[in-house]
């Protein structure tokens, strides 16, 4: 599936999911900066039940954080760093999956790296790091040898930058979060987005093995075997 796009000097282009999710989460970061300025006194009442709060999801059930989380950002280069790299490894995948597939994927990493979240920590989140590391994995998974630009000098091929940064998720995770950074978000990402890129092929494998146990037990003259 090809889109129209808009082409720049570099990166992929704005394929329709990537500038609606874009424009959203721009939306909802203006939102957030007209609350705490105008509004101050609501400000921690909209963090408080938009936000990923592991507490509130345990003992409250505010099972919606999970997504909302996603669209809210700390500062303005928090939210600039997500959007470039939503855009920089985004564009390609959704070109390759189309919009409905690419758009279940980045919720999915997203909703997926909260449940780790709220499964393994107690600090309160917010920001779309995890979706964009899932898409990460993704592009590094189906374009392995795709050169990504460190610092636009050095060139190296998606699937070391993705083992990089997974690594580089992991062993912070151990340290705990720090700098106001959840890598352990980063990390559920990571391990939900390679959960889905791989499970075709862990599916096919256990078909073929029960198949191959069905054979061998009915025999190769066996008729019904795939009934």
Same mark, same amino acid.
Do not use: C
């Given at each position: 599936?090809?889109?129209?796009?808009?082409?720049? %000097? /570099?990166? #992929?282009?704005?394929?329709?999911?990537?500038?609606?999710?874009?424009?959203?989460?721009?939306?909802?970061?203006?939102?957030?900066?007209?609350?705490?300025?105008?509004?101050?006194?609501?400000?921690? %009442? /909209?963090? #408080?039940y938009l936000a990923l709060v592991p507490a509130l999801i345990w003992y409250k059930y505010f099972l919606w954080q999970l997504a909302t989380y996603i669209f809210l950002h700390g500062g303005f280069f928090h939210l600039l760093f997500n959007l470039f790299a939503l855009w920089m490894f985004g564009g390609e995948l959704e070109n390759y999956w189309g919009s409905k597939k690419f758009l279940f994927y980045f919720l999915y990493c997203g909703?997926?790296?909260?449940?780790g979240t709220v499964l393994l920590s107690s600090n309160p989140v917010i920001g779309a790091s995890g979706a964009i590391f899932g898409i990460l994995l993704a592009f590094g998974w189906l374009f392995p040898n795709r050169p990504i630009y460190i610092y636009f000098l050095f060139p190296i091929p998606a699937k070391y930058f993705v083992i990089i940064f997974g690594l580089i998720a992991f062993f912070s995770s151990i340290e705990g979060a720090g700098g106001g950074v959840s890598h352990l978000t980063h990390l559920g990402g990571l391990v939900?987005?390679?959960?889905?890129?791989?499970?075709?092929?862990?599916?096919?494998?256990?078909?073929?093995?029960?198949?191959?146990?069905?054979?061998?037990?009915?025999?190769?003259?066996?008729?019904?075997?795939?009934?």
């Open positions: 599936m090809t889109y129209y796009r808009y082409r720049f %000097s /570099f990166g #992929y282009g704005l394929t329709p999911a990537i500038k609606n999710l874009m424009i959203i989460m721009g939306i909802v970061f203006l939102l957030q900066k007209i609350v705490e300025t105008s509004l101050p006194e609501i400000y921690y %009442s /909209f963090v #408080y909703i997926g790296a909260g449940i939900f987005g390679l959960f889905y890129m791989a499970y075709p092929t862990i599916r096919q494998k256990i078909r073929r093995e029960y198949y191959k146990r069905k054979w061998s037990q009915k025999g190769p003259g066996s008729r019904d075997l795939y009934h």
